[in-house]
């Protein structure tokens, strides 16, 4: 079974948002580094927030790279944003065993983290096993949610008819594999809403933007 998709072409998924002096960024796929520093995030920074949805491989290969860098090229020591302690647990773990110390990232609850909107990491259902997150961001716009990768469709459904929801950054796959989004199961819903991410493949991608969706870069 094709559990978790990952087109090559695209490289693993993630996202950054800039607050003033803050860097969050949502995920570390292997080349994040390169390509937030290819997207000039670390301009004009002060503090780095990092906020892993899941374990998967395309959402953590480039975490050790990117605690690393931080530290010894900006001299910005992380923090990991997380709200479950048994995924503070794993997260602590992976890094052990990649060699990356914890003296290099500090861990962070979502609900203490100081900065101009809220961050609330929702659990959600994607693959058996593992603890996986969406974000929901809240500032006094509204309410923004990042699926993570997930499967549960209803909750994306019931996002898009909230008026306080103003975008959701959404994953999408050609099928379900039992882990994901199906395109089709939301395709009807409102296209001013959704930003597109995390295509199995270029057909997908390419139908997506035909049907007049955004997507992630
Ligand atoms: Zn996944
Ligand atoms: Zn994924």
Do not use: Q
């Not at 929901?136 to 909230?162: A, C, P, Q, S």
């Not at 997506?208 to 992630?216: E, H, L, S, T």
């Amino acid at each position: 079974m094709l559990v978790e998709p990952t087109n090559i072409e695209f490289g693993g998924n993630g996202a950054f948002v800039k607050d003033n002096e803050n860097l969050i960024i949502i995920d570390a796929p292997e080349e994040a580094t390169k390509k937030l520093n290819d997207a000039k995030a670390f301009d004009n920074i002060n503090n780095i927030y990092i906020i892993i949805t899941h374990s998967h491989y395309d959402h953590v290969a480039g975490l050790g790279i990117l605690i690393w860098y931080s530290n010894f090229y900006l001299k910005i020591k992380p923090n990991i944003i997380y709200s479950k302690n048994r995924f503070k647990r794993t997260l602590n773990k992976l890094l052990k065993i990649t060699g990356v110390h914890d003296n290099l990232f500090t861990f962070i609850k979502d609900n203490e983290v100081n900065l101009s909107f809220k961050v609330d990491i929702l659990p959600t259902t994607h693959s058996k096993g593992l603890d996986c997150f969406g974000i929901m961001f809240t500032d006094n716009t509204g309410k923004y949610y990042y699926t993570g990768d997930t499967n549960d469709i209803n909750f994306v459904r019931k996002l898009n008819d909230e008026k306080e929801v103003k975008k959701i950054y959404c994953e999408v796959a050609t099928e379900t594999y039992d882990v994901h989004i199906k395109y089709d199961d939301i395709k009807d819903l409102d296209k001013e809403k959704f930003v597109l991410m995390h295509f199995d493949k270029i057909e997908l991608y390419n139908k997506v933007k035909k049907d007049g969706f955004n997507v992630g870069k």
